[in-house]
C-alpha cells in the first residue's frame, strides 16, 4: 500500500511540473519546475524509482539549467537541498549514454554551478561533496569521449 502512495505522489510532482507554467501557452524550456519538484522530493522516492530514473538520466546538463532558473541564490545555499540537488547531478551524469540532447551531454552549467555552490558553500563537509561532485561528472564525461 505504501508503494502506490509513494508512486502516487511521484507521479502528482512529476505532471505537476510538466503541466503548470506561470503563463500560458509559454514552455518553461529548462524545466525548472519539473526540476524543483524533483528537488523537493524525499530522496528515497528518488531512488528506486525507474520512471523518474530514466528522465533524470536523459536530463544532463539540463539539470543544472532547470536548478539555476528554478531556485533563488538562498534556496540553493540552504545545505539540504544543495546535497539533494548534488545527488540529482551526479544521477543526471550517471548514464551518459542516454542523455537525450547532444548540447546536454557537456556540463558547461553545471561546472558553473558547482563552482558557485562551492565558492559560496562554507559547510567543509558540502563543499567536499561538490568537490566530488565536481570529480564525477567531469569522469562521466571522459567516458562519453
Known amino acids: 500500500m505504501k508503494s502506490y502512495i509513494v508512486a502516487a505522489a511521484i507521479l502528482m510532482f512529476t505532471f505537476a511540473g510538466l503541466a503548470s507554467s506561470d503563463t500560458p501557452g509559454v514552455e518553461d524550456c529548462y524545466d525548472a519546475k519539473l526540476v524543483r519538484s524533483w528537488v523537493e522530493l524525499e530522496p528515497s522516492m528518488l ?4 520512471f523518474l530514473e530514466k528522465a533524470i538520466y536523459r536530463s544532463g546538463d539540463r539539470i543544472a539549467l532547470g536548478v539555476v532558473h528554478g531556485f ?9 537541498r544543495a546535497s539533494r540537488i ?10 551518459p ?5 547532444s548540447e ?3 556540463p558547461a ?4 554551478l558547482l563552482s558557485f555552490l562551492k565558492h559560496q558553500c562554507e559547510d567543509k563537509e558540502l563543499k567536499q561533496k561538490i568537490v566530488d561532485t565536481e570529480m564525477y561528472v567531469s569522469s562521466q564525461v571522459r567516458v562519453m569521449q
Open 86 to 95: 548534488l545527488s540529482i547531478i551526479r544521477l543526471s551524469f550517471s548514464q
Open 72 to 80: 533563488t541564490e538562498d534556496e540553493l545555499l540552504d545545505p539540504s
Open 104 to 106: 546536454d551531454k557537456h
Open 47 to 50: 531512488q528506486g524509482n525507474s
Open 109 to 112: 552549467v553545471t561546472r558553473l
Open 97 to 101: 549514454k542516454y542523455i537525450t540532447r
